[in-house]
């Protein structure tokens, strides 16, 4: 099945720095991957819809310049913290569906903790 | 975004069937039900989905309301494996979002 990676698998970093986390579609293209952060006993929050080549669409209530999202590539998609802070810290989620595909299914990364010293 | 509603907490017995609920009351005639499941640290993972008819996979079975405003998953045989949280999801099409829910914490008893 389709595979999608993300790196780091988990980080910690000081207040005040930024951070950026890749996912990747292994054996796939994606024009759209999606960015979720989950918090614990919680469940998944979508933040924003990341598009291939264009500006991502943020949901409502994410600060997008603190959570800035590029989407390069087929393949490649960034999530940067910015001026990262302890309530920043979480389990980052992405998540892309085959371009052209008739699974209509996604396929998820296996997520990055962030946590914020 | 149609809203689904599902049951905090279910428990199944290892090696015996597990049905999980959910209801989705306000669904449209385009969404799609779908199903992924969590286990602990990891991210989430497709089940099954349907339009109308039951669908089974190699993983569960999905057996759907005529009227459509509720669906059960069906695990044949659980394991312990399929200890996960499982969220039952509506979609309207191919390329669009999905809005997690709170889903259904399944534990399986030995």
């Known amino acids: 099945g389709a595979v999608v990676s993300q790196h780091p698998s988990w980080v910690i970093c000081k207040s005040g720095t930024s951070v950026k986390i890749e996912c990747r579609s292994l054996?796939?293209?994606?024009?759209?991957m999606f960015w979720y952060r989950q918090f614990p006993k919680q469940s998944l929050m979508l933040m924003a819809t990341?598009?291939?080549?264009?500006?991502?669409?943020?949901e409502q209530g994410v600060e997008k310049d603190k959570f800035l999202i590029n989407h390069a590539s087929l393949t490649l998609s960034t999530l940067t913290v910015t001026s990262a802070h302890p309530e920043d810290s979480s389990f980052y989620i992405c998540?892309?569906?085959?371009?052209?595909?008739?699974?209509?299914?996604?396929?998820f990364g296996p997520g990055t903790r962030l946590t914020v010293l | 975004d149609a809203k689904t509603t599902q049951p905090n907490s279910m428990e199944s017995n290892e090696e015996e069937p597990a049905h999980l609920p959910c209801n989705h009351s306000?669904?449209?005639?385009?969404?799609?039900i779908h199903w992924y499941r969590q286990l602990p640290s990891q991210g989430p993972e497709y089940v099954i989905h349907?339009?109308?008819s039951n669908v089974n996979n190699r993983m569960a079975s999905l057996a759907i309301a005529e009227d459509r405003k509720s669906s059960t998953l069906i695990l044949h045989r659980a394991t312990l494996r399929d200890a996960a949280v499982y969220y039952c999801?509506?979609?309207?099409?191919?390329?669009?979002?999905?809005?997690f829910g709170e889903g259904t914490q399944l534990t399986v008893n030995p």
């Open positions: 990341s598009n291939e080549g264009s500006k991502a669409t943020y």
């Open positions: 349907g339009l109308t």
């Open positions: 999801i509506l979609r309207d099409r191919s390329g669009s979002r999905l809005t």
């Open positions: 998540s892309a569906e085959p371009w052209g595909s008739s699974y209509n299914e996604q396929f």
């Open positions: 054996d796939f293209q994606a024009t759209t």
């Open positions: 306000t669904i449209s005639g385009t969404d799609y």
